[in-house]
C-alpha cells in the first residue's frame, strides 16, 4: 500500500526536526536503534505496537505519519433563505472561512442597521447594493468590493428594483446573525 510507504520517510522526518538521532528516539521509545532504522528506510513493516510509542516520544498523531485522504473540494451545501434573503454557503461547514453568495431583493425599507464583532468584505457580482454603514449610504455597482468593521451599525440591501447578488465573507458572529436570525 503507497500511504504506508510514507510512513517511514514522514517518522524520519519528524525525528530530525526535534534535532535527535537515532539512538536518540530509539531510547526513549524502548525500541533498538536498527529497528528504528529499517522502519524509516522501509526496510521494516510497520505496525500500530512499534509506532505508538515512537509518535508519543516524538510528541505526534500517527495520523501525523499518514498522507493527508484526498477528499473532493466541491462545497454541496444546500442554500438557506431568511427575511427574503437567499444565502448560498460557498465554504464548508469545517472551515474557518465564512463565505456566501447572497441575493438581497429589492426592498421598499432597508433594514435596521446591526453591529457584531468583527469585519465583512463584501464583493458586488450583479444589481446594486445599497450599504448602510454608520452615517453613510453607499451604491454599490457590479465590480465594486467594501470592507469594514462589524461594529460599525450597518445594513444591507438592493438599491432599486433588481436583486443584487454579493460573494461575502465575514466572521463567525457575522454568520449567526446573517443566517441564523429572523428578520
Same mark, same amino acid.
Given at each position: 500500500m503507497d500511504e504506508l510507504s510514507q510512513v517511514g520517510p514522514r517518522l /524520519? $522526518? $519528524? /525525528?530530525?526536526?526535534?534535532?535527535?538521532t537515532l539512538d536518540d528516539l530509539a531510547a526513549r521509545a524502548s525500541v533498538s536503534a536498527s529497528t528504528l532504522s529499517r522502519l524509516e528506510s522501509g526496510k521494516r513493516q510497520v505496525?500500530?505496537?512499534?509506532?505508538?510509542?515512537?509518535? /508519543?516520544?516524538?510528541? =505526534?498523531? &500517527?495520523d501525523d505519519l499518514l498522507p493527508p485522504a484526498d477528499r473532493d473540494p466541491r462545497v454541496r451545501r444546500a442554500p438557506l433563505k431568511r427575511g427574503g434573503l437567499v444565502m448560498v454557503p460557498l465554504a464548508p461547514e469545517s472551515s474557518?472561512? /465564512?463565505?456566501?453568495? =447572497?441575493?438581497?431583493?429589492?426592498v421598499a425599507k432597508p433594514p435596521a442597521p446591526r453591529v457584531h464583532d468583527g469585519h465583512e468584505w463584501l464583493y458586488v457580482l450583479s444589481g446594486q447594493l445599497r450599504l448602510l454603514l454608520g452615517d453613510q449610504e453607499l451604491v454599490l455597482s457590479p465590480g465594486e468590493a467594501a470592507e469594514f468593521d462589524t461594529? &460599525?451599525?450597518? $445594513?444591507?440591501?438592493a438599491a432599486g &428594483?433588481?436583486?443584487?447578488? &454579493?460573494?461575502? =465573507?465575514?466572521?463567525?458572529?457575522?454568520?449567526?446573525?446573517?443566517?441564523?436570525?429572523s428578520e
Amino acid at each position: 500500500m503507497d500511504e504506508l510507504s510514507q510512513v517511514g520517510p514522514r517518522l /524520519r $522526518a $519528524a /525525528r530530525q526536526a526535534r534535532g535527535w538521532t537515532l539512538d536518540d528516539l530509539a531510547a526513549r521509545a524502548s525500541v533498538s536503534a536498527s529497528t528504528l532504522s529499517r522502519l524509516e528506510s522501509g526496510k521494516r513493516q510497520v505496525t500500530l505496537e512499534l509506532l505508538l510509542p515512537l509518535t /508519543r516520544q516524538l510528541g =505526534i498523531r &500517527v495520523d501525523d505519519l499518514l498522507p493527508p485522504a484526498d477528499r473532493d473540494p466541491r462545497v454541496r451545501r444546500a442554500p438557506l433563505k431568511r427575511g427574503g434573503l437567499v444565502m448560498v454557503p460557498l465554504a464548508p461547514e469545517s472551515s474557518t472561512l /465564512r463565505a456566501y453568495r =447572497i441575493t438581497y431583493p429589492p426592498v421598499a425599507k432597508p433594514p435596521a442597521p446591526r453591529v457584531h464583532d468583527g469585519h465583512e468584505w463584501l464583493y458586488v457580482l450583479s444589481g446594486q447594493l445599497r450599504l448602510l454603514l454608520g452615517d453613510q449610504e453607499l451604491v454599490l455597482s457590479p465590480g465594486e468590493a467594501a470592507e469594514f468593521d462589524t461594529r &460599525v451599525p450597518h $445594513a444591507m440591501c438592493a438599491a432599486g &428594483v433588481e436583486p443584487a447578488e &454579493v460573494l461575502s =465573507i465575514f466572521n463567525e458572529a457575522g454568520e449567526r446573525l446573517h443566517t441564523y436570525s429572523s428578520e
